[in-house]
């Protein structure tokens, strides 16, 4: 990868600067994040942080990070990743699909599983020869939806549990970013060409997450991100509370905070699977990457970095 080598000598130096340390590896570190200070915008992950991570993390319920500098042992940063789990819906391609579509698939799905052999996906599809459909497409989509269909309603018989279960088309394993938030009292002593956060996301973060994927199926990386320029954050939302300090050096006033998180780092709009969103999050924006898509991204966030002037 070819960058800038002031932003690239800047990223070897904080490799060799910050260490990531587990928060229950040491009881010291109750003590230690009693120092922890966020900006204005994120008193609500600083107090999640002396208040709940630590028996969170003791319960298996979120696992919580400590950045600190080699140097010093002062916090920098912390960040919480928990499992997570994202599916699609049966019927999710509908969507995609025309007002005459939809109808086409409801009918026939319809038809076989009340058994009515009178009508065939053949016969429907000459209701709508004036229409411009994919016969070919509909054809799948109705066998894939009656193979599901039929499923679901054999489900209960079979297993006898169908109480608290929910039937969904596909599961895709995820890590969720919880918590992400800078210590406002740290300061580096180096004059920097991107944000510490930016750093801590891409090198930290990601590599852990990356790490997790080896050992155990995980397909999405995704967080739920309070807009702090339209609204207050609840006290468990993700906030990237390091570009709101209005007298923090690193602050990036272009961005909103969720526009930040989709150009630097890539996370987009949840599209096509649905997300459980707990009710505290319920103000936040979803946002999503694919994990295996992740050092691609990694590579593409710092060649945007080295074109930046610094």
């Not at 587990?22 to 230690?32: E, R, V």
């Not at 120092?35 to 630590?54: C, I, P, Q, V």
């Not at 080699?70 to 789990?85: C, K, N, Q, R, W």
């Not at 969904?168 to 919880?178: D, K, M, R, W």
């Amino acid at each position: 990868m070819v960058v800038n080598i002031n932003v690239q000598e800047q990223r070897e130096l904080l490799r060799s600067r910050f260490k990531i340390d587990f928060l229950t590896s040491d009881k010291a570190n109750i003590t230690k994040i009693q120092a922890f200070h966020s900006s204005k915008s994120g008193t609500d992950l600083e107090a999640y942080l002396k208040e709940n991570a630590w028996s969170e993390d003791q319960q298996g319920i979120t696992k919580v990070y400590l950045v600190k500098d080699v140097e010093t042992d002062d916090i920098v940063f912390f960040f919480a990743l928990s499992a997570g789990l994202l599916y699609k819906e049966i019927g999710a391609e509908d969507s995609k699909l025309s007002a005459v579509e939809k109808e086409i698939v409801d009918c026939c799905v319809k038809a076989f599983l009340e058994r009515n052999s009178d009508i065939t996906p053949d016969l429907v599809f000459s209701w709508y020869d004036n229409e411009p459909i994919d016969k070919e497409k509909l054809r799948k989509l109705i066998d894939v939806r009656i193979k599901l269909k039929s499923a679901a309603e054999s489900d209960p018989e079979k297993t006898k549990n169908s109480v608290n279960v929910k039937q969904v088309s596909e599961t895709f394993p995820g890590i969720v970013l919880t918590h992400f938030c800078k210590n406002a009292d740290y300061s580096f002593s180096e004059r920097l060409a991107f944000p510490i956060g930016f750093y801590v996301f891409w090198e930290i973060v990601v590599k852990e997450v990356l790490h997790i994927a080896s050992l155990l199926g995980c397909r999405y990386l995704y967080l739920f991100a309070a807009d702090n320029t339209e609204q207050t954050p609840s006290s468990t939302t993700v906030m990237y509370s390091e570009y709101w300090d209005e007298d923090d050096t690193d602050t990036i006033p272009v961005y909103k905070l969720v526009e930040y998180y989709k150009n630097e780092l890539k996370f987009e709009d949840v599209q096509d699977i649905t997300i459980l969103k707990p009710y505290y999050d319920f103000p936040c924006f979803s946002l999503i990457q694919a994990i295996d898509r992740l050092p691609e991204h990694r590579e593409a966030a710092w060649i945007q970095h080295s074109d930046v002037d610094t």
